[in-house]
Structure formats: C-alpha cells, structure tokens
C-alpha cells in the first residue's frame, strides 16, 4: 500500500483486514510507515452446493462483496482509515470475462480513505488467482458430480 507524502501521526501497528466470500482474515501486523509491505498468501476457499455452470457461480458472486480494510491498532478496537470494496466477481476475475490470463497479474486499485484519515487516498497493489473446481458431492445414496 502506498500513499506518498503521507506520515501517520499514530504510531500504532497497521494490518489489512479481507472478507471475501462470506470468510474473514488479516494480514500480519506492519510498522506505521508508508509504503506498507503485506508479503502474503490469504487462501479463501468455499463449496457451492447445487452449482453447475461456472456462468450461474459468476452471477452469484456478482451479488458478493469482497471487503479490504486497512486498519490500525488504535485502542479499544483499531481504526480503520481506508477500504475498498468490489463485487466479488469482479474483484475475482476483472477481465470482462473468464479466461485463464497470466498468473498474478498485479493490479492497482484507490482505496476510499475514511475521513478521519488525512492525505490522499492509499493505493493499494495485489494480485488474485482463483481455481475452480468440480467436486464429488455425496447426498444419501446418491452420487453427483
């Protein structure tokens, strides 16, 4: 994350907050100095039950939200200076539509920063890589795939 010419004046520890299909993690905690480096892996996985057709998934994420929070360790419970939020699909698969593309491509997104927060907003740089599968589904005696 990156936000030039901007210096917290609390001193507190920051993370990122991520709640993407239904599933809440964060990062690892950072010093409160800007560019922020979060060097990690955040694995979502989830089942979709009675799912086909990767065009019926599509659709059904597209009324998901994904979730980004920066947040810093300011007691009682942190505060959060910025988000960004997508719908899932398109935070997902952001090309207009589902082809397998080059692996990890990085992209750069404004994150809206809460008022609270002074400066500009923070940019934020990640990549995603999303594997869809089929599975086995075992339902009494009955065996779908």
Do not use: W
């Amino acid at each position: 994350i990156t936000c030039p010419g901007v210096q917290l004046k609390d001193k507190q520890e920051l993370y990122l907050s991520v709640f993407v299909l239904g599933q809440h993690k964060r990062t690892e905690r950072v010093p409160a100095v800007f560019p922020l480096f979060f060097q990690e892996r955040l694995v979502f996985e989830k089942e979709f039950a009675n799912i086909v057709d990767p065009g019926d998934l599509v659709k059904l994420l597209e009324f998901d939200t994904a979730v980004l929070e920066l947040i810093q360790l300011i007691p009682p419970e942190g505060k959060v200076l910025a988000t960004y939020e997508e719908n899932t699909r398109d935070f997902l698969f952001p090309d207009p539509k589902l082809t397998h593309g080059r692996r990890g491509l990085q992209r750069e997104v404004l994150m809206k920063r809460s008022p609270s927060f002074t400066g500009i907003a923070p940019k934020l740089r990640f990549s995603t890589t999303s594997l869809i599968s089929d599975s086995l589904l075992i339902s009494g005696r009955s065996h779908i795939q």
